[in-house]
């Protein structure tokens, strides 16, 4: 079992549209929480850092943890086709090194 | 806005050659680390450091692999002997505390030919 699940997609999404992106882990360790956009062949950019249960938003981003489900959510309000990236979620519990998922490729339409 | 800053961005080599990846951490930044995304694939980990010393390693961090801090701001991974396989984006990235935000530098793209 893979210790980050996230799907790939692609998701489309037209503009405006909320969105949603998931993923799930199985080590129970984990206490902290990234949410991280890449664009094609740049380095990852933090978007948001969360280590509770509960939401924590930040403009049109909300991280949204549940640790007791191991399940973790990032919602964008109001896309732009600029959101259009990969995002990966990351999760660490050693402060030592990330365990990222694979990354969801989202592509907000005109 | 500090950053992480990387060089050079893009690198080719011949297998077998060695090559150093250079990082500049965020200045008040002690906690340093390597990671590296084959094309299409998860980025994965490599290394952390931190006072001086390797905190982790993952098992892609073999002999061939080295890193160094050789001065108050530069953090550099060294790959001693190239393999095709190694052709990848290298990413360092650094933290302040050990749960603070890590940034990410825009990467190197080594191309092992």
């Known amino acids: 079992q893979k210790e980050v699940e996230q799907d790939p997609g692609p998701l489309s999404v037209p503009e405006g549209a909320i969105v949603s992106l998931n993923c799930t882990y199985s080590?129970?360790?984990?206490?902290?929480f990234m949410w991280y956009r890449q664009y094609s062949r740049k380095g990852p950019e933090l978007l948001m850092y969360?280590?509770?249960?509960g939401n924590k938003e930040d403009g049109r981003f909300t991280a949204q943890v549940d640790k007791s489900s191991k399940y973790i959510s990032l919602f964008i309000r109001d896309s732009q086709p600029s959101d259009s990236a990969t995002y990966l979620c990351?999760?660490?519990?050693?402060?030592?090194?990330?365990?990222f998922g694979s990354g969801t490729k989202l592509n907000v339409k005109p | 806005e500090p950053e992480v800053t990387q060089t050079p961005s893009h690198q080719v080599t011949q297998m077998g050659q060695e090559v150093i990846l250079r990082c500049v951490p965020i200045s008040n930044h002690l906690y340093f680390y390597w990671y590296r995304q084959i094309l299409g694939q998860k980025v994965e980990f490599l290394v952390s450091f931190y006072n001086n010393e390797i905190s982790e390693k993952s098992e892609i961090f073999d002999d061939q692999f080295s890193v160094e801090r050789p001065d108050g701001s530069n953090f550099t991974l060294k790959i001693r002997s190239t393999k095709l396989e190694d052709s990848a984006m290298y990413f360092c990235?650094?933290?302040?505390?050990?749960?603070?935000?890590?940034?990410f530098g825009q990467g190197t793209r080594l191309t092992v030919v």
């Open positions: 080590n129970s360790a984990f206490q902290y």
């Open positions: 990235a650094s933290r302040r505390d050990r749960n603070t935000e890590a940034f």
């Open positions: 990351a999760m660490e519990y050693n402060f030592n090194k990330f365990y």
């Open positions: 969360t280590y509770s249960s």
